[in-house]
């Protein structure tokens, strides 16, 4: 029993330190993530909007971001609740993993769609190209 004492005690210390650098690594990402989407907008209003859908782009980019975020969260919570199971921490670890794959669900689905129209609208520039070449009469 000795031994175990210590071994335990290492062990919350260690996992609390764990729990604080996973929740760092989080607001870390929520800000990188910010600081992201703001030169993104800020280079989608020096170019004058060429993108068909900037805003599309710029809130898929920052909900990417919110989810890898929530990712670490979540892992946090995971090492909160094995150390100190309480009914607190299991709510919360169970809350904080709905939101994320509810997040993540309706995010791959936008991104797939963002990615389908911009292949679309891509075509149809290019085709209008195409077809002002082809209209154009030079000698």
């Not at 990188?32 to 800020?42: K, P, R």
């Not at 004058?48 to 670490?72: D, K, M, Q, V, Y």
């Not at 309706?106 to 082809?134: G, H, I, P, T, Y």
Request: charged share 30%.
């Amino acid at each position: 029993m000795a031994v175990e004492e210590p071994l335990e005690h290492w062990l919350a210390g260690s996992a609390e330190l764990l729990r604080l650098l996973l929740e760092s690594i989080s607001i870390v990402c929520v800000a990188l993530g910010l600081l992201i989407i703001l030169g993104q907008a800020y280079r989608e209003r020096r170019q004058h909007a060429r993108s068909a859908r900037p805003f599309n782009r710029i809130r898929l980019t920052f909900g990417s971001w919110l989810s890898l975020a929530l990712e670490f969260q979540l892992a946090a919570d995971i090492v909160a609740t094995t150390t100190a199971p309480s009914n607190e921490n299991l709510i919360k670890l169970a809350v904080v993993a709905v939101i994320r794959t509810f997040l993540n669900v309706f995010l791959a689905r936008e991104v797939e769609e963002e990615r389908q129209e911009e292949e679309r609208l891509l075509k149809e520039r290019r085709d209008e190209r195409s077809a002002e070449f082809s209209k154009d009469p030079s000698p």
